[in-house]
């Protein structure tokens, strides 16, 4: 079985460009979650989505960002226009869904980095 | 608020000393608790987790966990680490029951001399 795929593994743009960051999660996990890791911080969570629908969107830093799972399949995720704040690890989660112990284990992507200069 | 924190961000062991890392939550109610690992160049991997029963739980390689309601911890603990154990180590929780984002701590980096 596949694992969760991020593309890319790196990217480096310049202030006031635009990245768009692709996670495919595993498949048949209706659970895709957004996190990231600014360098020497916590790994912060960004959001979740419940197929195609945003179920929590409350660590999104600002309107910059636009995360987007059209076909509840696989899910991106755009900074416009990027800024030196935005530079970081970006790890993509997912997880099944239902309503048992399984949907609270998350699997991990290997993440993106991105350095805005 | 909700938080979680990790007492070491950098530990260093010889082979075959035991380890603890520490871990503690602040959180408004029931949890679920998980240890992920991210080995060099490797992606985030689950190590072990707590959602109920028996508090003291066991992982992947050797490790273990234990959850301590009344202090709102759960330390992780390996008895003789091994140099592959170098890797960078994460807390982690989420509510019980219901799943959701995860709150981490802030890593421990855990360096392994041969």
């Known amino acids: 079985e596949a694992g969760v795929t991020q593309f890319p593994s790196h990217s480096v743009i310049e202030k006031g460009q635009t990245v768009t960051l692709r996670c495919d999660p595993i498949?048949?996990?209706?659970?895709l979650y957004w996190y990231r890791r600014v360098m020497g911080k916590e790994i912060k969570f960004l959001l979740h989505f419940v197929k195609e629908s945003k179920q929590d969107e409350s660590g999104m830093p600002n309107n910059r960002f636009l995360a987007e799972r059209t076909g509840g399949t696989y899910s991106t995720l755009k900074v416009q226009p990027a800024e030196l704040e935005d530079s970081g690890v970006y790890f993509c989660a997912s997880s099944l869904f239902g309503r048992g112990p399984d949907r609270y284990e998350q699997y991990f992507g290997p993440g993106t980095r991105l350095t805005v200069t | 608020a909700q938080s979680v924190s990790q007492h070491n961000h950098h530990v260093i062991l010889s082979e075959a000393a035991s380890l603890e890392l520490g871990c503690n939550y602040s959180y408004g109610g029931t949890v679920n608790l998980f240890w992920y690992v991210q080995y060099p160049g490797q992606h985030l991997q689950l190590l072990l987790k707590y959602f109920s029963g028996d508090p003291l739980v066991k992982g992947i390689k050797g490790f273990e966990a234990e959850f301590i309601k009344s202090k709102f911890s759960f330390n992780l603990r390996k008895p003789s680490v091994q140099w592959s154990d170098t890797a960078e180590y994460f807390c982690a929780v989420n509510r019980a029951f219901r799943g959701g984002k995860l709150i981490f701590g802030q890593g421990t980096e855990l360096s392994v001399k041969p």
């Open positions: 498949s048949g996990h209706d659970n």
